[in-house]
């Protein structure tokens, strides 16, 4: 696995395939297919920064630091939500940077803000550019250029207390790498977003994100027990014990940032003993809501396994039909994948299957499961090899309590739907799950229509609208970033608004910092 995904499409081209005749034949029945290759020559506009004042940054940090080369900014422009591909594959890369800067030290970020500041330059912080929510796409009108502040050069393990089990990583470290330093420890993070290859620490930081195993080991924000940050008005360090009553956690103000406010430099995070045993199992139940009914009652019975999550009918029928040769036969309903690591995953085992067969649970054994855990960081690739044959992909998630779950649910296909019109495919899973409520997470597929921006957007809109209006959140762990902005706004109110406001211009008085994210 190469760390420089291509613009145009996520991760590595390696990796990536076409869609087998199988597959396609199945996307062809329930949506339509038509051949819709991207755009092979790509140009970046020219960079819009003086010789004179790309030396004076060259001065402060090194001229190696410095990156204005075509291929470098290319690599830097926007994320990879299903807009900011559909672009790339158009031929749009007019938001590329001016130029990529790549810091080595605490002291670069401090110097490079400073310097931003005075030349009046917006900066974007970069870790993996995995963003599906805008979050890299920063305003430029005001200012006088516009560089990405690359972390790939912060990518140390800086320590590790194996007394406290914590351990103190750079922002710019993917999530491999760090699993690998930690291992060298005994040690292990835990976290496994669908973007764990490519995501950095960093990143999961200043997007609260939430991986795989949140039931047995929690948000990332769980994990997060110190940082540091370079603002531009200086530093700021925090996490001086596990918890405190000193005003406000001013961590959680960090977390959730997207760069606003400073630049994350190092993150502190609890660790943990790397797992004696990992097994993981399907099992089937008849329908969705009777799924969901059982992860309620293992989670408000403190049972959860490490891994929990449940397709609805729609996701479990395009799952078992394109993994047919995994033992799809006699499965009906929806699947549920639980997952168990640690060093008595015999006794949790036992525990929760006992309470999944009360409920009406069928164990469908590990076949499956394990199967899930191998391509568990493959679906992203999916998405590109369906835009190849005009199939409009995105995903979207929410959170809302148990009470209001299928509400929310109903409300968002519905609008998804009737926004997309007919041949439309909503899918949808729970994969986080908490004593008072769950995540839903939507995969939505319909025939490109031949503005397909304008398509997705607005049905982006018509769901984001049909959540805020049923009570649930804008956003579970994607963030914010420039598209969920306007729900924003709705969900926290005007004082919430404020507040918001008012910590971007104590921190960041002159707005270089991911101007037009987050901030409403």
């Known amino acids: 696995m190469t760390n420089e995904m291509h613009p145009q499409r996520w991760g590595a081209p390696s990796e990536a395939s076409a869609l087998s005749d199988s597959v396609r034949g199945l996307v062809d029945a329930f949506v339509g297919t038509r051949d819709t290759p991207a755009v092979t020559e790509v140009s970046v506009p020219a960079s819009g920064l003086s010789d004179d004042v790309l030396g004076s940054l060259k001065t402060a940090i090194g001229d190696d630091a410095v990156l204005v080369d075509d291929e470098s900014r290319r690599l830097r422009t926007r994320g990879k939500s299903t807009p900011d591909l559909l672009r790339a594959r158009s031929g749009d890369l007019a938001d590329a940077p001016d130029a990529v800067v790549r810091p080595s030290s605490h002291a670069d970020v401090e110097a490079v803000l400073a310097w931003a500041v005075e030349h009046r330059v917006a900066v974007v912080p970069f870790g993996g550019g995995t963003s599906v929510t805008g979050g890299l796409a920063a305003r430029r009108d005001g200012f006088a250029g516009l560089i990405s502040l690359d ?70 924000d769980d994990m997060v027990v110190g940082l540091r940050m370079a603002t531009p008005i200086g530093e700021l360090v925090l996490g001086s014990s596990p918890a405190n009553a000193a005003g406000p ?39 969705f809501a009777e799924g969901a009914e059982a992860m309620r009652k293992l989670a408000q019975s403190g049972l959860l396994p490490t891994v929990i999550r ?39 085992r036992a525990e929760v299957s006992a309470v999944l067969e009360s409920l009406g649970g069928t164990n469908l054994g590990e076949e499956r499961g394990q199967a899930w855990a191998e391509g568990r960081f493959h679906a992203p690739y999916l998405r590109d090899s369906l835009l190849d044959v005009g199939v409009l992909v995105e995903t979207l998630e929410t959170a809302t309590f148990w009470s209001s779950r299928e509400k929310v649910y109903q409300a968002v ?87 918001l406001r008012g910590l971007k211009g104590a921190v960041d008085p002159d707005g270089v910092l991911n101007p037009g994210v987050l901030i409403p």
């Not at 760069?259 to 990992?278: F, M, N, P, Q, S």
């Not at 769950?438 to 609208?465: I, N």
Request: glycine letters at 10%.
């Open 249 to 287: 956690d001013l961590r959680e103000v960090v977390m959730g940032s997207e760069g606003t406010l400073g630049v994350i430099t190092e993150v502190t995070v609890r660790v943990r003993a790397v797992a004696a045993e990992k097994v993981y199992e399907a099992w089937s139940f008849a329908t």
């Open 413 to 499: 296909k519905q609008a998804l739907e009737t926004s997309l019109g007919e041949g439309t495919l909503v899918l949808c899973h729970i994969s986080h799950v908490y004593e008072t409520g769950c995540s839903l997470y939507f995969t939505v597929a319909a025939k490109q229509a031949d503005a397909p921006l304008e398509q997705w957007l607005a049905a982006k809109a018509a769901a984001s609208d049909a959540m805020v209006e049923s009570g649930a959140t804008i956003t579970h762990h994607h963030a914010v970033g420039t598209d969920h902005k306007p729900w924003l706004a709705r969900e926290i109110g005007p004082v919430g608004v404020a507040m």
């Open 151 to 220: 972390l790939v050069r912060l990518d140390q393990l800086v320590s590790v207390d194996p007394v406290s089990m914590t351990a103190v990583l750079q922002p710019g470290m993917r999530g491999p790498a760090a699993e690998k330093a930690l291992a060298e420890h005994g040690m292990t993070l835990g976290h496994f977003p669908q973007s764990f290859e490519y995501a950095s620490i960093g990143g999961f930081a200043a997007t609260r994100s939430s991986g795989q195993s949140s039931a047995g080991f929690g948000r990332f």
């Open 310 to 348: 449940i397709s609805d009918e729609a996701e479990t029928m395009v799952n078992l039909a394109s993994q047919s040769d995994i033992g799809g036969d006699g499965v009906s309903g929806c699947v549920m994948i639980v997952g168990h690591e640690g060093a008595s995953v015999a006794a949790s």
